[in-house]
């Protein structure tokens, strides 16, 4: 696991496009956060093999709060613990280790999603505050399902 490297965008945006229910943003979108987001982005995987990818911001004017875009793991790939490893990861990165809060929308029929988070919660011993974000009228005609926002903390670093 290591940080997305600008030679990564194709490749990340051919896994996200693997991995519904995401979002498929433009390969530039993945280009722009393996040059300027590496950081707070996390790759598992080398080259066209890429198996798990996590997009993540520190949000702005809120530095103890990491905020989580997209997590995929490839399809053969889950299961495994991979999601929750990458998450821990971040986590433990000196540049990451005065977080206190993750965020991340997980949309209402996600199970994978919210199990990999609330699992994350359990071992962080942190609670889950789940409160309205992006309604799905907000999407305009582009259908979507809400986005309600998960917040996971205040914990320490693991
Ligand atoms: C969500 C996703 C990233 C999970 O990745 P993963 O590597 O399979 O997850 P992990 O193996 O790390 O599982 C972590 C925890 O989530 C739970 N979990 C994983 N998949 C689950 C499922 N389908 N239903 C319920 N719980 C699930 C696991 O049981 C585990 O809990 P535990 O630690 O208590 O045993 C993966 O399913 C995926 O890429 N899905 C498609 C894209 C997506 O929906 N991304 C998230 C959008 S916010």
């Keep these: 696991m290591r940080q997305p490297r600008r030679t990564d965008g194709a490749g990340i945006h051919q896994l996200i496009s693997e991995c519904p229910p995401l979002d498929l943003n433009s ?80 949309g209402p029929d996600n199970l994978a999603s919210r199990g990999m988070f609330n699992s994350l919660a359990r071992t962080l011993n942190a609670p889950v505050l789940e409160t309205p974000l992006f309604d799905r009228a907000l999407f305009g005609r582009h259908g979507h399902e809400d986005e309600p926002l998960l917040r996971i903390g205040p914990f320490q670093s693991l």
């Design 27 to 106: 390969v530039y979108t993945y280009l722009l956060l393996s040059e300027h987001f590496a950081d707070t982005s996390i790759l598992a995987g080398e080259g066209d093999q890429l198996e798990g990818f996590i997009s993540g911001y520190l949000v702005p004017e809120k530095h103890d709060t990491l905020f989580i875009w997209q997590v995929a793991v490839h399809a053969n790939a889950r299961g495994k613990g991979l999601g929750k490893r990458m998450l821990s990861q971040l986590l433990q990165r000196p540049s990451l280790e005065h977080v206190r809060y993750i965020e991340t929308t997980v």
